[in-house]
């Protein structure tokens, strides 16, 4: 029983250079996040998708591109990596169902350093 | 834009006290999730409160929905060095898909 699968969980990254963090679900959600969490604080949205081919903008898309070509998949591309960008970054997925039963699935994160 | 802020943002506590966590939008939820997030792992769901002027209980922890669903708030009776950890109020967006996090409470509880 999988659930939301992260990789790498590690990576060091050289400013300019660029690299794809993967991020795969096996419970059939629609919904898909990408978050970065800065040491101490709360998560912020970079993008959000809900469902192939549909993907959006969320508060931090700066520097950042989503694509989504299966329900599964949800890879999320740093172009050009800056030292602002070293962070740690989560994937997540959501059922679609309401209110109360409404919950998010967290992959186990991917900890990046630009240097 | 719709925003949760948090307060405190940090919070340092002997074990046995008190706490109240707040967290605060100027915009109507539909519903409102508290998170517990430890280092190096993802946020853990521990309640959804979905009814303005909801109460919920979990153990030594109370959660509460505002009347008007624009806020929330977590109280912890005894706290214990366990409950140490960082404290996250989430929630969808009106209008659209988007699912956003707040500024996070960081607690610390002595023992």
């Known amino acids: 029983n999988a659930g939301v699968t992260q990789t790498p969980k590690f990576r060091i990254l050289k400013i300019g250079q660029s690299m794809t963090l993967q991020c795969t679900q096996d419970m059939n959600h629609n919904y898909m996040y990408w978050y970065r969490q800065d040491p101490g604080m709360g998560l912020k949205l970079i993008y959000y998708?809900?469902?192939?081919?549909?993907?959006d903008k969320g508060e931090v898309p700066n520097g950042y591109n989503v694509s989504r070509s299966t329900t599964e998949d949800f890879p999320l591309r740093l172009e050009l990596a800056a030292p602002s960008q070293t962070s740690v970054y989560f994937c997540?997925?959501?059922?679609?169902?309401?209110?109360?039963?409404?919950?998010?699935?967290f992959g186990s994160g991917t900890q990046l350093s630009v240097l | 834009t719709q925003l949760l802020e948090q307060s405190p943002q940090f919070l340092s506590i002997q074990e046995g006290e008190n706490l109240t966590v707040y967290c605060n939008s100027s915009?109507?939820?539909?519903?409102l999730q508290w998170y517990r997030q430890e280092p190096g792992e993802g946020p853990v769901l521990l309640v959804t409160?979905?009814?303005?002027?909801e109460v919920k209980k979990l153990k030594r922890l109370t959660f509460q929905f505002g009347d008007a669903r624009k806020d929330s708030s977590l109280h912890i009776t005894a706290a214990q060095p366990g409950d140490t950890g960082l404290y996250l109020c989430?929630?969808?967006?009106?209008?659209?898909?988007?699912?956003?996090f707040g500024t996070g409470t960081r607690l610390k509880v002595l023992a």
């Open positions: 998708s809900v469902g192939a081919g549909i993907t």
């Open positions: 989430a929630g969808p967006t009106s209008g659209t898909y988007k699912y956003i």
């Open positions: 915009s109507v939820f539909s519903s």
């Open positions: 997540a997925s959501r059922t679609q169902r309401q209110g109360a039963l409404d919950k998010l699935f």
């Open positions: 409160v979905v009814t303005g002027g």
